[in-house]
């Protein structure tokens, strides 16, 4: 019994890693309508930014604003030179301009930073805690409540402030928040900056658990499936379906893998987000599509 | 001036219904055919054969699979790669153990395997739509990978996993040069474009464009959904299936999981946006620009850029200019290749005039 | 119009690369360097190819080439994926006056693509410790060479330096040993030779796959934690082993009782866990560090002169640099043996496969070389395509690697029967017909 509580704890912890990568997505999906596929690169750049500067000898803080002050000329420059000429264009043309903007990315911070691997040490001890004979990870502890704050200052930003009033406006039609005299622009500029914050925590956290690499992109391919299951527009949902994905995936490696024959752990989450879509067709907490004809 | 319809006169009804109903249009497309089948192996060097023109024409076959499902069934998919790797498991399989069915029923019969596995994956578009149905075709493509890795009777129980596809041989003619590949997936794309094209004019193709439009409307007037999506879902694997074998036996010589992974499928698609959805020839110019692009790019830097630029970083900023390219491209033109290509033809047929 | 709109395209390519491309001057030896230093494993393939580049620039400055013949590379980035390593090594076989020299493509993926291809063109694919492993039968696999040490040598030699730990052989039965692995072709190769030890030894054997990429282990660790074993045998690959580290840790498992494979034992791989990891050993065909006299001269010839090919001047004496040099050094004496039989000029790949299957790196000659205890003696023939088949193994002390122990060698007796039932299943499927090295002596 200890060790499924074991397995259902450390799984929960890992999903909450999972539904930080997952905010960058549904931010910007939130906002404006673009499956940003380049989420996995910010990651990368954020993260790799941060280490290099840390390399050469800057303190923390300094590296940490400094990097928070490249995502957001990202967004600037992405805002600009992206998303406004394609307004308007299909959804999937958008989503292949964002991987476009993968590529830009990855061969950026390569080139600028070189592929060298580097740690990141945050100062956070990664032993173990032994609560009545449950392993559970400092660092995994540490890190939800990262997440967590994440989403409660996001969560105040989008409720409380005239910018976060905005931004649901927009998501909500954008020709009606246009009409209304709000600046899409500025709008999408601020979203993009935020979804490149949120991506330069998650590369913080994730590049010390991993090493600071290009695999980092890959985080992205494991908030699919919380996105799905928790609906592409809600921050919530993405919590909810990160802890649920984060669960599920290891307790399915553990008591269905030897069954099977192991190595489930990657497809079992699509599995299960497939099943509850059949259910609710646009996530748990999703945005309901209503189809006239 | 050349490209005029004046003096054309069609007098039957299967002349006006045509794939090309202009004259000029079937002799460039002869020309074209006779470039292909006969100036090309004459011609090219073995590396344009082996290296740039049969995987390009092999993912040609699989955008075009793509851009059936996508482009014209409206169904999004990330999901090709795994029908793919089912094509290229089912032909290896099909030739180990039955060994006397000739490889043209091989090919076919993997197409048709993969189309039961699309079939399969292609339920919860009943139900899913849009960005949650392109990540649910995910679920395939990892479960996919998975059971070829994990199942060792797919891969005869080798050790690591990887099998070596079996010489292909038609009738008694063995083929293994690079000509001889070239013209074997040459002909099986050329006559499966041509189905494709057909179907894409036929009762079906316009049945799916109308699931694409809107398919609640559609289902207002009639159409079966259910059987339309499935049945693009299953045509389009099967293009993949065929694909994928293809991949396996005239291109790469072995069969491995990790050929077919994620990356792939959205290379696929890259093709079939950049090329132009919902087109027969944006298949193929997404494919040639996809493919070659990069290797112009490689090579260009290498041109202009000479001696002692460190090695890795060209390849970075290959990256970066190919990445700009695609933004850009898709600014000018977010329907792609194939639009180009229309707009240029409609101007040659006022040319020269101005309107 | 339908097909290939841009037929001409590819031709005028080919025009266009026929006329550009720097002039070659006959009388040299042209080497392909299929590099991969963008994507995923950037940071081995650069330190690699770098170490690899090096070493020929030193054969080329220090000794004015190889007896005179000058080495000359282009490199062709692979990217790691198969379809690039075929567009690679079309692009670069027939360079240089006599074509490629042998191709390095330390990608197990590539290796395989390209093996019938590479048969068929006489030259040789030399697959270091990567690759298809039965093709260390070299009477099916003529032009292949997975030379030093292939995966199930390796892992004999993990399994017997666990022995030699443990106070002998005997002393392994009824220990229990996991070995986790990468989910991948490269991952699943040892199983076969794993089992077959378990059997032989008495131990019990538990097989744990890594979904790739491999970052995420907890599930695989926590099922490690469970069964409690006394050693943890790990063959991973990129973003895998740092993970593996961390979770490790994570579960409170000794380091000191994981051995990683030659592919999961770099600075790459342990400096993201740092201290953690203190204790960590791994196997390796060549040491990491500069105190060997091969890497000493790379740093004062081609460092000194400007013309070192890594960026970063701290990566020379890496594990993955060392066995660039490693590489640079086999393919030298390999060609220098080659010119012993067909002179002194540039040869083509099938003579080079000649030289390499009579590969004969005695403890002489790597003295004279400089590699004392950075390459283990090589002898090539023409049944055994691998030649070493040892290896020696090192601990992580928390900043750096250290060398913990000599050669191990591997138990041939076990893997040579496995590799010839493999090579030959593979020949009847093929139809490749035995040689017959009696008779090729010359």
Redo the contacts between chains.
Sequence with gaps: MAFFVEVLVGGLLAGVMYSLVALGFVLIFKASGVFNFAQGAMVLAAATTYAGLVDRGWSGWAAFLAALGVMILFALATERFVLRPLVNQPQISLFMATIGLTFVLEGLSQAVWGSVVRGLDLGIPDTPLEVKGVLISKFDLVASATAGGLVVILALFFQKTRVGRALRAVADDHQAALSVGIPLERIWAVVWAAAGAVALVTGLLWGSRLGVQFALTQIALKALPVIILGGFTSIAGAIVGGLMVGASEKVAEVYLGPIIGGGIENWFPYLLALLFLLVRPDGLFGEKRIERV | MIYREAGQFRISYAADQRIFPISQ?RV??ML??A??FI??PL??????L????I???VLALAALGLNIL?GYAGQ?SLGTAAFMSVGAFAAYNLQLRLPWLPLLVTFALAGLISAGVGLVFGL?SL??????LA??T??AQ??V??LF???GWFSNYS????I?A??MVIGGVAF?TPVRRYLLV?AI??LL??LA?NLARSRTGRSWMAVRD?D??AE?IGIPILTTKLLAFAVSSFYCGVAGALWAFA????V?P??FD?QRS?QI??MV??GG?GT??GA??GA?FIT?FP??L??LFH?VV?GDV????L?????????????LF??AE?HGFARL?QIGKEKLRLWPFPH | MRTNNRWWLPAALVAVALGAGPARADGEQFMPVPSYRTGPYAAGGTSLYGGFIDYMNLVNMRDGGINGVKLTWEECETEYKPDRGIECYERLKAKGPTGAAMFHFYSTGIAYAVLAKATADKIPLVTIAHGRTDAADGRFFPYVFPLITHYWSLNTDIVRYIGQREGGMAKLKGKKIVHLHHGSAYGKEPNVVFQKQAEKYGFEAKIIEVPAPGSEQQAQWLEIRQFKPDWVIVTGWGVMNPAMLKNAARVGFPMDHIIGNFWTGSEEDVEPVGAAAKGYISALINPPGKEFKVIQEVERVVYGAGKGNMADKNRVGSIYYNRGVLTGIVSVEAIKVAQGKFGKKPLTGEQIRWGLENLNLDAARIAAIGATNFVQPLKVTCADHEGGGAAKFQQWDGTKWKVISDWVQADKELVRPLIEESAMKYAKENNIPQRDCAKEKS
């Design positions: 249009d460039g497309m074209i055919l470039a292909a100036a090309v011609f090219a060097s073995e590396y344009v082996s290296a740039l023109l995987p390009m024409l996508t999004f919860p139900r899913i739509k849009g960005f949650y990540v649910a995910l679920a990892f479960f990978d998975w890795t994990k199942v050790s690591s996993g990887v070596t079996q010489r293994e040459l794309v050329s474009a041509l094209k809107m609640v409307a207002v291109y790469l010589g072995t491995e990790q050929a994620l959205l698609l890259f946006i950049i959805l027969v020839m193929f110019l040639a070659l290797l112009v490689n090579w041109a000479r460190r090695a890795g970083l390849s970075q900023l290959e990256l970066v200019c190919f990445g700009a390219l695609i933004i898709l600014i977010p290509w």
